[in-house]
């Protein structure tokens, strides 16, 4: 059973750092693009990052671009998304998707405040 699991939430501070990571399992994770996307309250779940299998193509939404830096580790079956210059609007749950399909993770909360 195919299954993405997202850890590393948690408060950050503006201007400040966090990493996310997410581990796939179920499927073999070499062969597929992967994706972050963010839900805010009351708002739509919105694109953040996108990764190809090799990582020779990687997309950023403006809103994160050049604070943002998604990775992967084929060897580990992980996705990560490292997050700097932290601002209070990326505070979000932060979601680990496979953008084949309908596999999504369970989400990890990410809060930016001082």
């Known amino acids: 059973q195919a299954q993405l699991v997202e850890s590393g939430g948690g408060l950050g501070q503006p201007g400040g750092s966090l990493s996310l990571s997410c581990v796939a399992s179920?499927?073999?994770?070499?062969?597929?693009?992967m994706r972050w996307y963010r839900q805010a309250p009351g708002k739509e779940r919105e694109f953040v990052a996108h990764?190809?299998?090799?990582?020779?193509?990687?997309i950023y939404a403006n809103p994160v671009k050049g604070r943002f830096t998604i990775s992967r580790d084929n060897a580990k079956n992980t996705v990560y998304l490292q997050m700097n210059g932290l601002k209070p609007e990326d505070t979000a749950v932060y979601y680990c998707?496979?953008?084949?399909?309908?596999?999504w993770g369970q989400g990890t909360q990410v809060t930016v405040s001082s």
């Open positions: 990764i190809s299998s090799s990582s020779g193509a990687i």
């Open positions: 998707h496979r953008p084949d399909g309908t596999l």
């Open positions: 179920g499927f073999t994770f070499s062969r597929y693009s």
